[in-house]
């Protein structure tokens, strides 16, 4: 009970602190909005290919959403010494830090949300599979700040975060088959696209969207779900090695 | 004490930890009693933060035991931090949250209920004398305050042992007072207290016992009175002189060899016998030397002369670290 008390507190406080504040809550809502009108006015298309655009902006709204905000809800927490608190507390680290990124994945999870809003407005989603998106944004959302929290604790500087993020961010948009298909990259770099966790998050969306997956979903859920182990772990690795020297 | 409850409350056994290959603490090893004042004395880079950092799990030893409350730490970092309190040398407050917010986080990070917090976090603005700035932004608050608040959320839980690293380091002189003066109430209401200073007066105000450590070593451990005895024995004066020649020293000491002279620093002499000093005949034969007497004063033995005997660091290197520090006594 009384880890539970801390864990509430420590997502409760990172939300009032970072994630609720209102330059947030618009990234939030302007972010989504760009990449669809982008896409609109560069594949020329109308409201029709709304279906298959939506899939890529709910992938790239989570990642965004979630990796931003870990260099400052760790790293600069780290940097400025209050996270050594968080470290004295009688809680084991794994706990710690399922508090300190909860927070990360409840608002990369809400921010899916902001272009289904805006598509149900927009478009007919009557045949989405909403049973199978929803665990799917959920999914991403927690392997998109896991991979974002194994960025945050690998260095010390938050601008070193921010720029380290966009080192992974920006190539998972073009790479992860969110936008165009995987079949359509050179071939040479096909094999880079199935090493990154959001291309099984991406699958999944694209199944329950317009049924145009290209796995099993079971085999996706599997992957994204390996990943977000394998990067959580990397991360608790990295933290008693490099912060509880 | 309670019966098979534990004779010390922390337990250092060889205790050894290194940064690239040099040596920060050294093979030390010391025990605290339950409800004692422990000082831990020593320049900056001696090695006391490390050590704090080691008995509290932000650090890892290189090897060496650890017991707190008879649990043992090395292994698992986590076992004691329930019953411990910690009080860095910077505050590590949350900048965006008002004194009452920070308090109430703390106390949930020891997974205290809502009431309770709320209850433990305006006691404590009331004793630290923060009631006025309680809603406050703790980034807005002068040093002083955030110092008090640092203590106050080190204490939230009431822990039975609380570490303090330098609490008084780089704050003005009533908030320093007032802060060892809580630390006295601390530990008479029963509290543990680990303390880590380079400010002697401070440990010799506070504490009961002291470890001295210097480039991560322990060089003597002792109560305060038996510290301080060697050189209670002994009488010491001060002499001011001025036009002095750079032998006045040993022609002092031929002159009278019960005495011992030793030029502290430019222009003051240190006196010291078993014996009472007259001033009259010193002055005489100083003067006699072509040299003028400015100021003669007794000194009171402090436990910076201990510290000078025991450790040969010179009470100047202290107070520029002082001085560096930004701090007041």
Redesign the interface.
């Given at each position: 009970m009384k880890r539970w008390i801390a864990f509430w507190n420590i997502m409760l406080k990172d939300m009032r602190s970072y994630y609720l504040k209102p330059p947030n809550i618009s990234w939030g809502l302007i972010f989504p909005a760009a990449w669809t009108g982008m896409f609109f006015i560069k594949t020329g298309t109308g409201l029709e290919s709304i279906p298959e655009l939506l899939p890529g902006v709910i992938a790239v709204s989570i990642l965004f959403g979630t990796t931003s905000m870990l260099a400052v809800t760790v790293t600069f927490e780290k940097k400025n010494r209050s996270f050594e608190r968080l470290l004295l507390a009688p809680l084991p680290l794994e706990l710690l830090m399922l508090a300190k990124t909860s927070g990360a994945i409840l608002f990369g999870a809400a921010n899916a949300f902001v272009p289904i809003i805006l598509a149900v407005f927009l478009t007919d989603l009557s045949g989405v599979a909403w049973m199978i998106v929803i665990p799917a944004v959920i999914m991403i959302a927690i392997a998109s700040t896991f991979l974002g929290l194994s960025i945050a604790v690998s260095v010390s500087e938050v601008f070193e975060a921010q720029t380290f993020s966009n080192f992974f961010r920006f190539p998972m948009i073009f790479l992860c088959g969110l936008f165009f298909p995987i079949s359509s990259l050179p071939m040479f770099l096909r094999p880079l696209s199935y090493l990154l966790p959001l291309t099984y998050g991406a699958d999944i969306l694209h199944g329950a969207v317009h049924g145009k997956n290209i796995m099993p979903l079971a085999l996706d859920f599997t992957v994204i779900t390996a990943f977000c182990i394998l990067l959580f772990s990397i991360s608790l690795r990295n933290i008693h090695r490099r912060w509880i020297i | 004490m309670r019966a098979g409850a534990p004779d010390f409350l922390i337990e250092v056994n060889q205790l050894t930890k290194t940064?690239n290959g040099v040596p920060a603490v050294d093979q030390i090893s010391f025990r605290v009693g339950p409800g004692e004042l422990f000082g831990f004395l020593g320049p900056n880079g001696a090695g006391k933060t490390t050590t704090i950092n080691m008995l509290?799990?932000?650090?890892?030893p290189d090897s060496g035991t650890i017991r707190i409350a008879g649990l043992e730490c090395v292994t698992n970092?986590?076992a004691a931090?329930?019953l411990?309190g910690?009080i860095?040398d910077?505050s590590?407050?949350?900048?965006?949250?008002s004194g009452f917010d920070n308090l109430c986080?703390?106390a949930?990070?020891?997974?205290?209920?809502k009431g309770q917090r709320r209850a433990r976090a305006r006691e404590l603005l009331d004793t630290f004398g923060l009631k006025e700035a309680a809603n406050r932004k703790f980034a807005g608050y002068s040093k002083g305050m955030k110092r008090k608040l640092t203590i106050a959320?080190g204490i939230i839980h009431h822990p039975r042992i609380l570490f303090l690293d330098e609490p008084t380091s780089g704050i003005d002189v009533a908030s320093a007072r007032r802060i060892r003066q809580l630390i006295a109430e601390l530990n008479d209401a029963g509290t543990t207290i680990f303390l880590t200073t380079h400010y002697l007066e401070e440990a010799e105000r506070l504490c009961k016992r002291i470890a001295f450590i210097v480039k991560g070593r322990i060089v003597r451990t002792d109560t305060i009175a038996d510290l301080l005895q060697p050189i209670l024995e002994k009488k010491a004066m001060l002499i001011s002189v001025s036009n002095a020649s750079g032998d006045l020293c040993d022609r002092l000491s031929s002159a009278f060899p019960r005495f011992e002279f030793q030029a502290v620093s430019s222009g003051h002499i240190r006196v010291e016998s078993a014996d009472a000093i007259h001033i009259g005949p010193l002055v005489r034969f100083i003067e006699s030397q072509g040299a003028e007497v400015t100021e003669a004063r007794r000194l009171q033995p402090s436990l910076e002369d201990v510290f000078v005997r025991v450790t040969g660091i010179e009470p100047d290197v202290m107070k520029k670290e002082k001085e560096k520090a930004g701090g007041d006594l």
């Open positions: - | 940064f509290t799990g932000l650090a890892r970092p986590k931090q329930h411990i910690v860095p910077e590590n407050l949350y900048p965006e949250l986080f703390c949930s990070l020891y997974g205290m209920k959320a």
